[in-house]
């Protein structure tokens, strides 16, 4: 045999060694969402489902699976408080990841501070501590640019800075971090995080949060060509496009574990906008729309968060990238929106 051959031969073994490895670990998984129900978790699990098979993704809510959910894989009915059948599913499961994403976001959170600390928070520490016990070797738990607080600096936030959230939402989200990254040094929990900005799409209904008007008024556009925003015109926040999100959440889930330089959660930046820019992005595609601003609580929440994040950090250990602008998540938005309320 030429030296060549041989050499071809040994780089076919051992892509096909990969490969197999590759297929292995995709079988092996068997992962449970928490929160299956909501903004984010209706379109991540499909997409888990996409990946590593309907059977392997476990769907749970304390509310039932919406239409797109419903009927594409197995689907349970679960409190996240209730750590007894959490633990059961675990165990039954033998689940290997988990994403958990049931909180109270900040806007409804700010109307029961109490119960939303307790929900955020107890089921974060359900989720800990039988992680730590069951060994579940995966958790994904999101953090929020909540985090952040009127002391932080407003533009190019870098990830490591004066953290003071003063929304109950953000005091959670950051003592979450805290807990997380303390399960991982403490107990080799393998906990990964992103601190989300808004995140705007058109499958489910967003949850509650102070970026909300960002989803409502693509609806308003297209059905009444108004819309009044409880935010003023020029409060600058981060936002990202739900698909971006999507894959920057599975993303660091996969990604290398020595490539993680930090276990609290990583600043992603998206794209940041005022409701004035956003109404005029609308307005190329629909020229009679008006916007009217009439500011509610959810004002003073908005101008305690940054206007724009710095995302370097993730960009450098993992590779975050996107795919979406403004014009191009307007138009997907203008487009999808349109045809859901035909
Ligand atoms: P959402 O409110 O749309 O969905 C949360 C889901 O959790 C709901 O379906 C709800 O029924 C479920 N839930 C609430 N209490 C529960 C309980 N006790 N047991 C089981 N399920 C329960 O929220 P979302 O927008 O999908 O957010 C998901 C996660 O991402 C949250 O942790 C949120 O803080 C975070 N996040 C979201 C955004 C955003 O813009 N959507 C931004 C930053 C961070
Ligand atoms: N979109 C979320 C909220 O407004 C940010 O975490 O609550």
Redesign the pocket.
């Known amino acids: 045999m030429l030296p060549c051959q041989s050499v071809t031969l040994l780089l076919q073994q051992y892509f096909f060694l990969l490969l197999r490895e590759f297929f292995n670990n995709q079988l092996m998984e068997k992962i449970l969402v ?8 209706s379109e991540l699990t499909l997409e888990l489902r996409k990946i590593y098979g309907e059977s392997k993704v476990i769907a ?4 039932p699976a919406p239409s797109e959910v419903a009927g594409t894989g197995p689907f349970e009915i ?4 209730d750590a007894s059948k959490l633990q059961l599913i675990l165990e039954h499961e033998k689940i290997t990841q988990i994403y958990h ?5 900040s806007g409804n959170a700010e109307k029961r501070p109490l119960a939303s600390w307790d ?1 955020n928070m107890r ?1 974060l520490m359900n989720v800990l501590e039988l992680a730590r016990e069951l060994r579940i070797p995966k958790i994904f ?6 985090v952040f607080g009127p002391t932080t600096p407003r533009f190019d936030t870098p990830q490591y800075t004066i953290m003071e959230p003063n929304t109950v ?1 953000g005091i959670s ?1 950051l003592a979450g971090e805290r807990w997380i990254e303390y399960y991982f040094n403490k107990y080799g929990v393998d906990t990964r995080s992103l601190r ?4 705007i799409s058109y499958k ?6 102070t ?1 909300d008007y960002a989803v409502e008024i693509f609806y308003e556009a297209i059905k009444h060509k108004k819309y009044e925003c409880f935010l003023g015109p020029d409060s600058a926040l981060p936002m990202m496009f739900m698909p971006d999100a999507i894959h920057a959440t599975i993303d660091v889930m996969e990604a290398d574990a020595s490539k993680l330089s930090l276990r609290s959660s990583y600043n992603v930046a998206g794209i940041s906008f005022t409701p004035k820019i956003l109404a005029e992005e609308i307005k190329k595609h629909i020229p009679e729309f008006e916007i009217t601003y009439k500011p509610d609580f959810r004002q003073a929440i908005a101008d305690s968060w940054p206007a724009r994040i710095n995302d370097d950090v993730a960009k450098k250990d993992w590779g975050l990238h996107y795919e979406f602008d403004l014009p191009k998540m307007t138009y997907v938005m203008l487009h999808e929106v349109g045809k859901k309320l035909q």
């Open positions: 928490i929160g299956c129900s909501g903004q984010i978790g749970t809510d304390i509310r679960l409190d996240v408080l994403l049931a909180a109270i976001l929900i089921s738990w999101p953090s929020s640019i909540a939402y989200k989300y900005p808004g995140l489910t209904e967003a949850g509650g949060g970026t």
